[in-house]
């Protein structure tokens, strides 16, 4: 019912910095837990950062200090605001959303994908 769609990816260097986004279809803000999700090839997706419903953050050991999740209830667009970028965080970048007990089965199951889910966005880091 709801469609994700994230945007802002590119290439960039070490050290610097790109801002995604993750604009939905409708207002998912008041139901949903949203989250940013990553997967490089051959490798396990990660949990990156994790919004609620009203507005509590989480983030992986791995980006924490450098990542910042937001979400703007009125555009109804989430966002991931990556400094400090490094050769690790290359992946492509997903944006989700679903109920709380989705999420944690996902974030117990890197295999499953529950809920709803963008395309994904491209980031690569070069060394």
């Known amino acids: 019912r709801v469609k994700l769609e994230e945007s802002g990816g590119g290439s960039v260097q070490a050290g610097e910095s790109l801002s995604l986004s993750c604009a939905a279809s409708?207002?998912?803000?008041?139901?949903?837990?949203m989250a940013w999700f990553r997967q490089a090839p051959g490798k396990e997706r990660e949990r990156v950062a994790v919004i609620s419903g009203e507005g509590g953050t989480s983030y992986a050991d791995s980006v924490k200090g450098r990542f910042t999740i937001s979400k703007d209830n009125t555009k109804y667009t989430l966002y991931l605001q990556m400094d400090s970028l490094k050769p690790e965080d290359t992946a492509k970048y997903y944006c989700?959303?679903?109920?709380?007990?989705?999420?944690?089965?996902?974030?117990?199951?890197?295999?499953?994908?529950?809920?709803?889910w963008g395309q994904g966005t491209q980031v690569t880091v070069s060394s």
């Open positions: 989700a959303a679903g109920s709380l007990i989705a999420l944690r089965t996902m974030f117990r199951d890197s295999k499953k994908r529950l809920g709803f």
């Open positions: 409708r207002d998912t803000s008041s139901s949903y837990v």
